[in-house]
């Protein structure tokens, strides 16, 4: 069966099929699957059943080399560590949780800006879902920069954001992480797709911080103004998860965030990451 790409909303995300993710890619189907990738942002492949975490890797490596897990290592449930594979899950095990982010919703993000050389790329399989909530939403952040006010785009063209995160945050409640105790790493507020060419805004709710050379309270009403703009409903793709789909992003132009769901209900993804050895470009 020869692969389709169907897209699935005005924003971004389209579903790849014609693809068993357990067999070998074709050069042509690599790259016509990479090629989605990047015109639609999220690309969906639905009815992958058992998929295996090496599935997982060896999909991915289609596509770059596999990032590795930046989670304090002693945060991990030790019959789950791994150095290439992460599970999102509120599944409990021995009276602890077996994944990252087990419960309740998550900001709005793009995956590790505080390193300095994001992963490019994220992807989840859905191995157990919840009936009810859980939805992995998608803000396409070409369209969020093309929606800027110019006045804004000259304010900010070549400027740089502070990034932080402390590992288990999903939703930030107080004004400023610990630097002297988390990763963080200044990026440009609009980034250049180094493969696209295309601008993309690159700062988020749960782990930008400030504009550097701006005063704080100023900077603040920008990025807020920003944020709101990135929650708008006419940039998002709301993926609602069934049993065996994988989902791929790009976090160079993408954020996400999840909703809430009921604490009693089951949520385990598996989470595998391509890396990126290129520098972030200001636009």
Request: with cysteine; charged share 25%; proline share 6%.
């Amino acid at each position: 069966m020869a692969v389709k790409v169907t897209p699935l909303s005005d924003a971004c995300g389209a579903e790849i099929s014609g693809v068993d993710m357990k067999d070998s890619l074709s050069p042509e189907d690599a790259s016509t699957i990479y090629q989605a990738w990047l015109d639609y942002l999220v690309i969906v492949i639905r009815d992958q059943m058992e998929l295996t975490p090496a599935d997982q890797k060896n999909f991915c490596g289609y596509f770059g080399k596999i990032g590795e897990y930046n989670r304090p290592k002693e945060r991990q449930h030790p019959k789950h560590a791994s150095d290439e594979i992460m599970l999102v899950s509120n599944v409990r095990e021995d009276g602890r949780v077996i994944g990252a982010h087990p419960d309740g919703e998550m900001m709005w993000h793009t995956d590790t800006p505080y390193l300095r050389n994001p992963h490019k790329a994220t992807t989840l399989y859905g191995v157990e879902v919840p009936n009810i909530g859980g939805d992995t939403q998608f803000s396409n952040q070409y369209l969020v920069y093309d929606a800027l006010p110019q006045e804004m785009k000259d304010k900010l063209a070549g400027m740089l954001a502070m990034n932080c995160y402390e590992f288990g945050t999903t939703v930030k409640t107080f004004e400023k992480y610990d630097r002297n105790a988390v990763p963080h790493h200044p990026h440009p507020v609009f980034r250049k797709h180094p493969e696209t060419g295309r601008t993309a805004v690159y700062v988020c709710p749960l782990m930008t911080e400030e504009i550097i050379g701006i005063d704080e309270g100023e900077g603040k009403e920008i990025l807020d103004e920003i944020y709101a703009l990135q929650r708008e409903p006419r940039f998002v793709y709301a993926h609602k998860w069934q049993v065996g789909d994988f989902v791929m992003w790009d976090n160079r132009c993408l954020l996400h965030a999840r909703t809430d769901f009921p604490r009693e209900q089951r949520r385990l993804l598996r989470r595998v990451t391509i890396s990126d050895e290129a520098e972030v470009m200001v636009a």
